[in-house]
């Protein structure tokens, strides 16, 4: 069975400080790996994904995030956060070996942003 | 195609009422997926659909729960005999790849 933990529930960092939101997952193959934005009461955004190739992979508005197999991490970074990135960080795994691919979930960090 | 989108946005019930919630997927995708996501919680599968067909659903929570998608098209999510614990957001997803496309959701209150 595919799981994820984020092991950081809430984190404040200043504006325009770099970022970096830890994922580590469980999966027996090479995962299907996401990155999704949550703001309050609204539904999830994709910032970036990984299937293969290339371990660092670049997202939507300034993220990135580098698959590392022999950690089964996957930690999203942005060198200078904004105001607006305030939000709820969730982190994914699909399974690459099922048609379905559904998504197992990590907890979720919650990120602040002082200014 | 603006993305998918789910009716209503928020539903209060009172406990024991059934509830039907929708969701239009992307136009060309054929996956559709619900998920439920509880206060401070990740998402949490539910079900899948293939077109039209339903192709897992062990992970509905009980039996009060079905899902249909009778035209491969649209969604409906029912929950008969609502309970105060199935207050949630109720979120839905469409794909064609293994990338996921979410709505906004549907916040349910029981009271």
């Known amino acids: 069975a595919q799981s994820v933990t984020q092991p950081d529930i809430h984190i404040t960092v200043s504006e325009g400080a770099s970022l970096e939101l830890r994922c580590n997952y469980s999966?027996?193959?090479?995962?299907?790996l996401f990155w999704y934005v949550q703001s309050p009461g609204q539904g999830l955004q994709l910032l970036l994904k990984?299937?293969?190739?290339?371990?660092l992979v670049q997202g939507i508005k300034g993220f990135e995030a580098e698959f590392k197999r022999s950690q089964s991490s996957f930690n999203l970074r942005k060198p200078s956060v904004h105001w607006s990135d305030a939000a709820e960080y969730f982190c994914?795994?699909?399974?690459?070996?099922?048609?379905?691919?559904?998504?197992?979930f990590g907890g979720g960090t919650r990120l602040m942003v002082k200014p | 195609d603006t993305g998918v989108s789910q009716d209503p946005r928020h539903k209060i019930t009172k406990r024991g009422q059934n509830v039907t919630f929708r969701c239009d997927p992307i136009s060309e995708h054929n996956r559709l997926y619900w998920y439920r996501q509880t206060l401070g919680q990740g998402p949490e599968f539910l079900t899948y659909f293939q077109n039209e067909a339903q192709l897992e659903k062990s992970r509905l929570l009980s039996d009060r729960f079905s899902a249909e998608r009778p035209k491969g098209s649209f969604s409906t999510l029912e929950i008969q005999r609502t309970e105060q614990g199935d207050s949630a957001m109720y979120l839905c997803?469409?794909?064609?790849?293994?990338?996921?496309?979410f709505g906004p959701g549907t916040r349910l209150t029981v009271l």
């Open positions: 990984y299937f293969s190739g290339d371990t």
């Open positions: 999966y027996g193959a090479t995962p299907y």
């Open positions: 994914a795994v699909g399974a690459s070996n099922n048609a379905g691919n559904m998504l197992t």
């Open positions: 997803a469409s794909s064609s790849t293994p990338e996921k496309y």
